[in-house]
């Protein structure tokens, strides 16, 4: 689970400059942010940014390689709902004013450790918002999946996201930049 990893890393660096208005209840991006979305599991990670403007670029890396999408096929993607796994049992819940996280996790009740499965939803009273949803099968079992959504992320936040992805490749990377309109910061 070394990507899962991997992931709750990358996120750690978008969700510090992420902003988004929250409204009847339900998260929209406000006119200026973007959203990020990351569907991984052992095998395929595929990377999703939406723009402020509504169009969706994405990448795929698999087993050392990677590419940019077709734009058709990443705007599908995105419109797809993201991987649904049953509600877990809330553990913890912090709700503070400006701030709310909830964590819940259960695992497959054996001593063995390899196998659980994690939901994590952080939000800010200013609109912050990510939320993790990671599977780790155990032996027989499904494979190793997450879905992390970060909502609200700035251009600096994107650029930064990109930059810290060691699955793909400095070539993917900067084409991801171009499709974005994104200039790397030092360019700017």
Same mark, same amino acid.
């Given at each position: 689970?070394?990507?899962? @990893?991997? !992931?709750?890393?990358?996120?750690?660096?978008? &969700?510090?400059?992420?902003?988004?208005?929250?409204?009847?209840?339900?998260?929209?991006?406000? &006119?200026?942010?973007?959203?990020?979305?990351?569907?991984?599991?052992?095998?395929?990670?595929?990377?999703?940014?939406?723009?402020?403007?509504?169009?969706?670029?994405?990448?795929? &890396?698999?087993?050392? &390689?990677?590419?940019?999408?077709?734009?058709?096929?990443?705007?599908?993607?995105?419109?797809?709902?993201?991987?649904?796994?049953?509600?877990?049992?809330?553990?913890?819940?912090?709700?503070?004013?400006? %701030?709310?996280?909830?964590?819940?996790?259960?695992?497959? #009740?054996?001593?063995?450790?390899?196998?659980?499965?994690?939901? !994590?939803?952080?939000?800010? #009273?200013?609109?912050?918002?990510? $939320?993790?949803?990671?599977?780790?099968?155990?032996?027989?079992?499904?494979?190793?999946?997450?879905?992390?959504?970060? $909502?609200?992320?700035?251009?600096?936040?994107?650029?930064? %996201? @990109?930059?810290?992805?060691?699955?793909?490749?400095?070539? @993917?990377?900067?084409?991801?930049?171009?499709?974005?309109?994104?200039?790397?910061?030092?360019?700017?």
């Amino acid at each position: 689970m070394r990507w899962l @990893v991997g !992931i709750l890393a990358a996120v750690s660096v978008a &969700a510090c400059d992420v902003s988004t208005e929250t409204s009847s209840g339900s998260q929209t991006a406000s &006119a200026d942010t973007y959203t990020i979305e990351i569907r991984a599991d052992e095998m395929v990670q595929t990377y999703l940014i939406t723009t402020p403007d509504g169009r969706t670029v994405g990448a795929r &890396a698999s087993e050392g &390689a990677s590419a940019l999408m077709d734009a058709t096929r990443a705007q599908s993607l995105a419109a797809e709902a993201p991987p649904q796994n049953e509600e877990l049992p809330e553990r913890v819940a912090i709700r503070l004013p400006g %701030f709310e996280m909830t964590v819940a996790g259960e695992d497959d #009740g054996t001593d063995s450790g390899d196998s659980g499965q994690v939901r !994590i939803s952080v939000g800010g #009273g200013d609109g912050q918002h990510v $939320t993790v949803n990671a599977d780790e099968g155990g032996p027989g079992e499904a494979d190793d999946r997450a879905y992390v959504r970060i $909502t609200g992320a700035d251009a600096d936040a994107v650029r930064d %996201f @990109v930059a810290e992805q060691e699955e793909l490749s400095a070539e @993917v990377k900067q084409q991801l930049l171009t499709e974005l309109a994104l200039a790397p910061a030092s360019e700017n």
